[in-house]
């Protein structure tokens, strides 16, 4: 019979290897951040107690695939060595569990699925869950690192960020030691700890920069090795690829996204060669994906207020002031049947909306008289938003 679908091209060899969720086993170009997690994870291997640890770059620099490869290897040295504790690992990603509450539940049950004991459900009190988890970690006899991935998703509530560091000093735990690698989008998450959680979870910082062009490109080349056939790629692809990623914001997940689309592109026109058209094709593609992902996180009147300034750019009335925004956003609202929120926090969200990298912020200063103002312009594609606010209705 027939059916909608292609006949499978020679294109991929393997299109996992593509794809987000992928995990690499070997990390390129990034020696340096190695030596020195190495360096800060060397007292557990040593037997000692573990140091915290905070790791910080923007998003796709490798912070969670460099984490996850220390973590095996760490795994790994121990296990070579018979006169030091076994190491566990309990990871949670705190953009799925956005509290202190929610985290250590899942930390409870990431160590409790190895265990006999049944996972734990809300409902419980704050101190309940935490017992439960100085109970696992304590029930280990050894260390315990726990990560603690997009750690920015918790803001204020450093509950967890406190009581972990100081089980030990606290008396939560006796035969245990627990340490914490904190990974984090951003650095203004470490500056607006309190001084007593960022002595003890910054110990050892690790910045990963942004890649250039040329470490995207090994990336890439590896990568396309790994999921390509030979010789379907233009020698154009990678390099452009490379330089996209690396002028925008050094990402090597947005680097593969781009090899990976442009491949799609070629394939579902029914090609077995990728060109550096299709690259263009595939940026488009990504940069729709990307928004999404954004908007997706965005709270209701934070695409309220990102609708207002995309409307006021599709009819070039941008670079735009708070308060001239605050009427468009009142219309958005109305014709959502939403109450608007007040100026002052419309202007809050204009400030977000610029730190998510959706607007653009200008400094007006017009000396003495004029007084300062700001004013913003959208930096994303203004037909993306409205495709996905519509979609998302
Ligand atoms: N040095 C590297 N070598 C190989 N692949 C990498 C490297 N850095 C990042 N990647 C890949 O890029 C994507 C994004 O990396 P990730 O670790 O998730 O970034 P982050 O956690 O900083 O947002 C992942 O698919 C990962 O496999
Ligand atoms: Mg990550």
Redesign the pocket.
């Known amino acids: 019979m027939d059916t909608p679908f292609r006949t499978r091209t020679g294109v991929f060899t393997n299109k996992n290897v593509l794809k987000?969720q992928?995990?690499?086993e070997e990390?390129?170009?990034?020696g340096e951040e190695i030596e020195a997690y190495a360096n800060a994870l060397q007292d557990v291997v040593d037997g000692w107690e573990p140091e915290n640890v905070f790791v910080y770059?923007k998003?796709?620099?490798?912070?969670?695939?460099?984490t996850r490869y220390m973590m095996d290897m760490l795994r790994i040295e121990t296990d070579q060595r018979p006169d030091v504790d076994d190491v566990h690992v309990a990871e949670v990603n705190c953009h799925h569990h956005p509290s202190s509450y929610q985290a250590a539940i899942a930390l409870v049950n990431e160590l409790r699925a190895d265990t006999e004991r049944e996972a734990i459900t809300t409902g419980l009190s704050t101190s309940d869950v935490l017992t439960a988890l100085f109970e696992e970690i304590e029930a280990r006899e050894g260390t315990v690192l726990v990560v603690l991935d997009e750690i920015d998703n918790l803001g204020d509530d450093d509950v967890l960020l406190y009581q972990l560091p100081r089980a030990k000093a606290n008396g939560n735990i006796e035969h245990s030691q627990v340490g914490v690698v904190g990974i984090s989008n951003d650095y203004t998450f470490r500056n607006d700890l309190s001084s007593k959680v960022q002595d003890t979870l910054c110990e050892r910082e690790i910045k990963?920069p942004p890649y250039d062009a040329n470490e995207l490109r090994t990336?890439l080349t590896d990568r396309a090795k790994k999921g390509l056939s030979e010789g379907v790629l233009d020698d154009s692809v990678i390099p452009k690829c490379a330089a996209i990623a690396a002028q925008d914001r050094g990402s090597?997940?947005q680097a593969?996204d781009l090899l990976r689309e442009a491949a799609n592109v070629a394939v579902e026109d029914g090609r077995e060669s990728v060109g550096e058209a299709d690259v263009d094709a595939a940026e488009n593609r990504v940069e729709r994906g990307r928004v999404k992902d954004s908007i997706r996180d965005l709270t209701t009147h934070g695409r309220y207020t990102l609708l207002a300034v995309t409307n006021l750019a599709m009819t070039e009335q941008t670079p735009v002031r708070a308060k001239e925004a605050y009427g468009v956003y009142e219309r958005v609202c109305a014709e959502s049947g939403a109450e608007p929120l007040s100026q002052r926090s419309v202007h809050d969200h204009l400030i977000d909306l610029a730190m998510l990298g959706f607007l653009t912020q200008y400094d007006r200063n017009h000396g003495r008289s004029g007084g300062q103002y700001y004013e913003y312009e959208l930096d994303v594609e203004p037909a993306i938003v409205t495709a996905v606010l519509g979609e998302e209705e």
Do not use: S
């Open positions: 987000q992928y995990e690499p990390i390129l170009e990034r770059g998003t796709g620099v490798g912070k969670t695939a460099v990963f990336i090597a997940r593969i």
